[in-house]
């Protein structure tokens, strides 16, 4: 058996083909990665747009009775969640349980955004049912606030396609036998998508 030249011929075609499969992987789990990269310098710049707004309103000086507090606070805390989700997911991003964190704080910054904007001071709209609907009846700064934030968020889902393309095609590749057999050696677990 050992001097058969067809089990050498078998044996290293395995071998090629556990390497070309593994750097597959490999290549597969690098494009997630550097996916998630971009989608995390888009989240950064979210964060940075929410540090204006809050010290843009934090120096208006609001009267106590203004009504707003309630809704800074929740923002404010809903950036704090995204900003841990963030940093978390940044050091695992391939691992669901930290992506699955950072799209439930995604979805709390965004209900809290759309309860935060049209309480601007100088808004008489505080009920609008829906801000594209009514632009004209926002107050100025509002409209600019809500103007940047939409400009972001296309930034952020495009980026998230692009991370949700990798994701797909890596869970894919693992899912394949006889890759899957590779992935469960090297303890590949499938990516969560955005």
Request: zero cysteines.
């Amino acid at each position: 058996m050992w001097s058969s030249p067809l089990f050498w011929i078998v044996f290293a075609i395995a071998v090629f083909w556990a390497l070309g499969a593994y750097n597959r992987l490999m290549r597969l789990r690098s494009a997630v990665v550097q996916a998630f990269g971009s989608f995390d310098a888009h989240m950064v710049r979210l964060l940075a747009l929410l540090g204006e707004f809050g010290a843009a309103h934090a120096v208006q000086q609001l009267p106590p009775a203004g009504g707003m507090a309630p809704e800074m606070a929740a923002l404010q805390g809903a950036t704090t969640q995204l900003s841990a989700s963030l940093a978390m997911a940044r050091a695992r991003p391939l691992q669901s349980e930290a992506v699955a964190a950072l799209v439930a704080a995604r979805e709390v910054l965004h209900a809290s955004w759309q309860k935060a904007v049209p309480n601007l001071p100088g808004d008489n709209n505080a009920q609008m049912p829906a801000l594209a609907d009514a632009a004209d009846l926002l107050p100025r700064p509002a409209l600019l606030w809500q103007m940047r934030w939409d400009e972001h968020v296309q930034q952020n889902d495009q980026a998230t396609r692009v991370f949700n393309d990798a994701v797909l095609h890596y869970n894919a590749a693992i899912a394949q036998f006889p890759a899957n057999l590779l992935a469960w050696v090297f303890g590949f677990k499938a990516a969560r998508r955005l």
